[in-house]
């Protein structure tokens, strides 16, 4: 097999997954679950292999051609430094989420239609990051978007459908802004190719229509990404959706559909000015602080989390807007990080969820006695997402703030040490009243949760104590390539248009 | 002005099949604009025939994309209207001031 039809394999497995699961899931039971664990277990061992292979690549970058057109005509898919960076990371989480519900989803029904939605919106999320064409761009976007309005509305009951009402309508509407943007760069460039477009914005003079665009795209990924302005509908979509569904949402979703696709646009199509350097860093800044002050006074758990996802995407974006090396190194190294952990804390919720049948904070306590490991693990996370010196988030946090302080702007990383303050102390709060103090009676007779489910959180676990090794020279090739795929900005149409012609 | 017009209706309604209405009028709009930046004075159907002029072609492409659009608009619609009606069998109310269970 050639090295580069690794490339759509990112997109058939779960496809062929979700066609499966559906398929033969009602007759034979428990093959969805068959399924669902080889195909997770298959995306995540191509990942890790693909991410290999492009070392050995020339220019470290894999273009493949679908039906053998080249790049300005046909619709390709390209895989560089970020877009493998991303694939591994989605499809780590979505291997352990997927293990996690194999146990988790046992009080829903109808797990083959889960399995089914869940595939379908993995298989999004990869399209997203392999494409190399921007209308593929957006169906893929609508593909893992529609997926998780109906994961969303799941458990059916009022509180989800109202929350996945408000997610459709709200990202229904992102998508339109979205679309709008790339109608207009069709109609500028008349192309879609993003590597092609890149090359025509790049001497075309007068361009009028990019900053109306830029703004239209802005809106659109913003949404998607729940940044402050336009995050109305995360805090209620997220903790409504099954518990492992919020980890998907939280973890990668936001990740891919906006942060990814907002550098994509920005650095590698448009180009990175400054003026829109400086918007994303103040939206970030405002996220972190806004979403953090938000995230404090709530007592619903997986709400507080959902809160908190939001404040770490402010991180993301920030350290990306600076457009340093050491800043964007930060962003994306942060960004990995917190999938990691806040997986973890959405899956330790719902296990506290699934064993305690409740996720307020004034209901629960004391379950650090009787679910030893979840309590361990949680206690991992938050150490992480707060960013105490040993974990993963300590070091992604650091960079972030020394990437601030290099460029001047020490407002922002006062504000960052701001944040990751009251994020410390929203942390300590969970803690102290779902895993120490008094065990209420009626909790007495609680267990830990089964092997599948423990299996996942103690893997994140582990990943988030180590996370700081990638940092070290022999690991670090999985962080530079993404980030000089990032600082190259729109010099990538060259590379990618050169490696299409040679491959 | 049409996209306009679907974001007033999202934005302002307090119902939620008015809303719905209003997600699909921006779609049309903006299906619309997308098939008339293909649209040329006096073209005709892109159809390679013989002893044709292919100058004066419309652009198929927007044609194209925007059938894949449509298709995408009627899936977002199917769902959503589908869970208004679920919305309409817990709540008893198509008002969305009424439908407020989630706070924050």
């Given amino acids: ?503 | 002005m049409l996209f306009c017009v679907g974001l007033y209706g999202v934005l302002r309604k307090r119902n939620i099949i008015k809303m719905i209405v209003g997600l699909g009028i921006m779609e049309y709009a903006m299906n619309l604009f997308f098939v008339l930046l293909g649209y040329r004075f006096h073209g005709r159907a892109p159809i390679d025939a013989k002893y044709q002029d292919i100058l004066n072609m419309v652009d198929p492409l927007p044609q194209a994309l925007v059938l894949t659009s449509i298709v995408i608009g009627l899936a977002v619609t199917a769902l959503i209207i589908s869970i208004a009606i679920r919305i309409y069998e817990k709540y008893g109310t198509f008002d969305i001031t009424k439908i407020k269970k989630l706070k924050g």
């Fill in chain 1, 1 to 503: 097999m050639k090295a580069i039809n690794i490339i759509p394999l990112f997109v058939i497995i779960p496809l062929a997954a979700a066609f499966l699961t559906s398929l033969v899931g009602r007759l034979i039971r428990r093959s969805s679950e068959v399924i669902i664990f080889i195909t997770s277990l298959a995306l995540l061992g191509s990942s890790l292999y693909a991410r290999v292979l492009l070392n050995s690549v020339p220019g470290k970058i894999l273009v493949y051609k679908i039906g053998g057109w080249m790049p300005p005509f046909g619709i390709c898919m390209v895989m560089d430094g970020l877009s493998s960076f991303m694939l591994v990371t989605v499809n780590l989480i979505a291997f352990f989420v997927a293990v996690y519900s194999l146990s988790y989803m046992n009080q829903y029904t109808d797990k083959p239609k889960f399995f089914t939605l869940f595939s379908l919106m993995v298989c999004g999320m990869n399209g997203v990051i392999i494409t190399g064409d921007l209308f593929n761009l957006y169906v893929f976007l609508e593909i893992a978007s529609i997926a998780s309005y109906a994961l969303v509305a799941f458990g059916t009951e009022a509180e989800e459908l109202e929350a996945s009402f408000k997610y459709a309508i709200m990202g229904s509407v992102a998508s339109a802004f979205i679309f709008i943007g790339i109608a207009f760069l069709y109609s500028f460039t008349s192309t879609l190719n993003m590597a092609d477009m890149a090359r025509i914005l790049a001497y075309k003079q007068n361009a009028w229509v990019i900053p109306f665009v830029g703004v239209l795209f802005l809106m659109g990924f913003g949404l998607k990404s729940a940044l402050v302005p336009f995050h109305a509908w995360l805090p209620d979509a997220h903790p409504s959706a099954p518990a492992s569904i919020s980890a998907m949402l939280s973890g990668v979703l936001i990740k891919t559909l906006g942060v990814y696709a907002l550098i994509r646009v920005f650095f590698n199509i448009i180009g990175s000015t400054h003026g829109y350097l400086t918007v994303l860093m103040f939206l970030g800044v405002i996220s972190m602080l806004v979403a953090v002050v938000l995230a404090l006074s709530q007592w619903d758990l997986k709400r507080l989390l959902a809160y908190h996802s939001i404040s770490q995407i402010g991180y993301v974006v920030l350290g990306i807007g600076l457009g340093t090396p050491l800043g964007v190194l930060g962003g994306l190294f942060h960004l990995f990080n917190h999938s990691v952990f806040k997986s973890l804390l959405f899956l330790n919720s719902g296990s506290v969820d699934y064993a305690a049948g409740t996720r307020d904070l004034k209901e629960t306590g004391g379950l650090g006695k009787l679910m030893p490991v979840t309590a361990k693990t949680n206690l991992v996370a938050s150490m992480a997402i707060a960013g105490i010196p040993p974990f993963n988030g300590f070091f992604s946090k650091a960079i972030i703030i020394i990437a601030c302080l290099q460029k001047g702007f020490t407002g922002y990383a006062i504000c960052a040490v701001i944040g990751s303050i009251l994020t410390l102390a929203s942390f300590m709060k969970v803690q102290k009243f779902v895993f120490l103090g008094e065990i209420k009676d009626k909790l007495k007779n609680i267990k830990e949760v089964p092997f599948a489910m423990l299996f996942s959180v103690v893997c994140l676990a582990i990943i988030c104590v180590l996370g700081g090794l990638m940092l070290l020279p022999s690991l670090r090739f999985f962080l530079d390539d993404a980030v000089s795929v990032v600082l190259k900005g729109t010099s990538y149409a060259g590379v990618v248009l050169e490696a299409a012609s040679r491959q």
